[in-house]
């Protein structure tokens, strides 16, 4: 079983949507029982709590369902048990960087690193801007999970 964990600050509106995108690739393409997920975020400000409202209704209204996830925060047990570990943003990532073992370095990356259609590296963050933030979260992050995909069914023959 491989094992992806998406992660952005808060675990509310870029992670789980990211989730929510590659979770039902998988079940579209018939790899749930070969790839698991989870999201979580660098910080602790919403653990427990469901998605951004909006970044749920954003998803819905292109057939994703982000209500049964819930944010936790990321732990040092996490960079063992995850084969990928992909941060949302730069800051995101230098952060993991910074509490990442030495020996699970090599686990870290951008999501966006596996996208097609965009040079940029950083997904970035809706929350302060509108309902248009949400829908660009969303283009992007469907882009870079079909690249992903295709890395994973290369690297990993499933």
């Known amino acids: 079983m491989i094992s992806i964990l998406f992660v952005c600050m808060g675990n509310i509106c870029r992670s789980p949507t990211a989730r929510g995108v590659f979770d039902a ?4 393409h018939g790899l749930t029982d070969k790839v698991k997920t989870d999201s979580a975020g660098t910080g602790a ?23 049964k996830y819930r944010a936790r925060q990321v732990t040092e047990a996490d960079f063992e048990k995850f084969d990928l570990v992909l941060a949302m943003d730069k800051d995101n990532l230098v952060h993991l960087n910074k509490i990442c073992p030495a020996e699970h370095q090599d686990k870290l990356k951008l999501l966006l690193s596996y996208s097609a259609a965009t040079d940029d590296l950083e997904v970035p963050d809706p929350y302060y801007g509108g309902k248009r933030g949400f829908e660009l979260v969303l283009d992007l992050v469907e882009d870079a999970c079909e690249g992903l995909l295709n890395h994973i069914r290369k690297k990993y023959a499933v």
Do not use: M, N, T
């Not at 690739?25 to 579209?28: F, P, R």
């Not at 653990?47 to 982000?66: Q, T």
């Open 25 to 28: 690739l998988l079940e579209k």
């Open 45 to 67: 400000w919403h653990v427990g709590k469901a998605p951004d409202s909006r970044a749920r209704e954003a998803a819905k209204a292109r057939g994703y369902d982000l209500d």
